[in-house]
């Protein structure tokens, strides 16, 4: 892929901003880039330096990437954090999800100041949102503390995996800021990935999803006895959701990086049905009770698939406008059978890797 970006391009495109960001080591020899333009999370870098989540393709040329932070552009890849629900802060209405989708510059990139310490690399970011429905505002001030996470396999004694791994926690906690329009905020995780693998999704109970754009057929999703598995390409566009009653907070991706080796990303979030997740489609807004989700893009946009998935809402009603979350990202590089092992032990389900 074009778009593979390697740790060195991020630190001088960076450099030559005059623009912070921060190098976390997460194990195994792996690291992660934490910046404050964008409050993005790069990598993991390993042996080759590149970067295994999806990073824009702007990163390759010095001048393409000052006027991209010079527009104070959003899409730069990596991890990101912007908040639910999307219907209120995005568009100015439903019927016009399409063509009045604009990302709140106060969000994204927003205004992130960095701090380094001994618990991880932390980011704060003081935003005022103007909504494009009304023109009223909305405030709220997250931190956000990054930091290594141990092998989840760890204290396994039964079993031996022959894998490398690294990871990583973030956490973030929230302020919301009553406003007159009443909205409450969720923090929204996405990750942005390369194309070409499969994400997996266990569920529980009766299979059922949410369909938010075009409808997605056999090749795009398909249904095994207690996991979905999401095809993802960058080239055609659909985005699915599920029901936080039929998940348990985690979903994986298995995909190969640029050299060939294999790799299974896995997140691990909190997952509770009683919490009042806001996200619906356009075409029905109050489809809601999700808290996964995945994108895969058209190829407009630079041709990624999106790792997405609530988080602990807040508004006046709920905790004193405050909440918590904290959410692992964990890696794991190996043969196709080890990783298969690990899917099993993690995720609960029997999977044959096949790209």
Request: aromatic fraction near 14%; proline fraction near 6%; charged fraction near 25%.
């Amino acid at each position: 892929m074009d778009n593979r970006i390697t740790k060195q391009q991020i630190l001088d495109r960076y450099a030559e901003q005059g623009l912070r960001l921060s190098c976390v080591p997460i194990g195994d020899g792996y690291e992660i880039l934490v910046t404050e333009y964008g409050g993005r999370i790069f990598g993991p870098f390993g042996p080759d330096g590149e970067s295994v989540l999806w990073v824009n393709g702007v990163f390759k040329d010095r001048e393409q990437f000052a006027e991209f932070v010079r527009k104070r552009n959003w899409n730069l890849g990596g991890d990101r954090l912007w908040f639910e629900p999307e219907l209120d802060f995005f568009c100015t209405s439903p019927e016009t999800f399409d063509e009045s989708y604009t990302v709140p510059g106060p969000m994204d990139p927003g205004y992130y100041q960095m701090e380094e310490g001994q618990e991880g690399v932390g980011l704060v970011n003081k935003a005022r949102v103007t909504l494009p429905s009304d023109g009223s505002e909305k405030c709220y001030e997250v931190s956000r503390t990054i930091r290594s996470a141990e092998n989840p396999l760890a204290y396994l004694r039964g079993s031996q995996f022959d894998v490398k791994y690294c990871g990583y926690f973030q956490d973030i906690d929230l302020k919301d800021i009553p406003s007159e329009n009443g909205l409450r905020t969720e923090p929204w995780l996405l990750t942005q990935i390369n194309p070409g693998g499969r994400v997996l999704v266990p569920y529980l109970g009766d299979f059922e999803f949410v369909d938010y754009y075009e409808p997605v057929d056999e090749n795009c999703q398909k249904v095994y006895g207690n996991y979905a598995e999401l095809n993802i390409t960058g080239q055609r566009k659909y985005k699915t959701a599920y029901r936080a009653a039929n998940t348990f907070g985690r979903m994986a991706y298995v995909n190969r990086t640029a050299s060939g080796q294999l790799y299974l990303m896995i997140r691990n979030y909190y997952n509770d049905p009683s919490l009042p997740y806001s996200s619906g489609p356009w075409r029905e807004p109050e489809d809601r009770g999700c808290s996964m989700y995945f994108y895969n893009d058209g190829g407009s946009e630079g041709g990624y698939g999106e790792f997405e998935n609530s988080c602990m809402p807040a508004g006046p009603e709920l905790r004193d406008g405050t909440s918590h979350s904290s959410t692992a990202l964990w890696f794991f590089f190996g043969q196709a059978e080890e990783l298969e092992k690990v899917i099993r032990t993690l995720l609960g389900i029997s999977y044959k890797i096949e790209i």
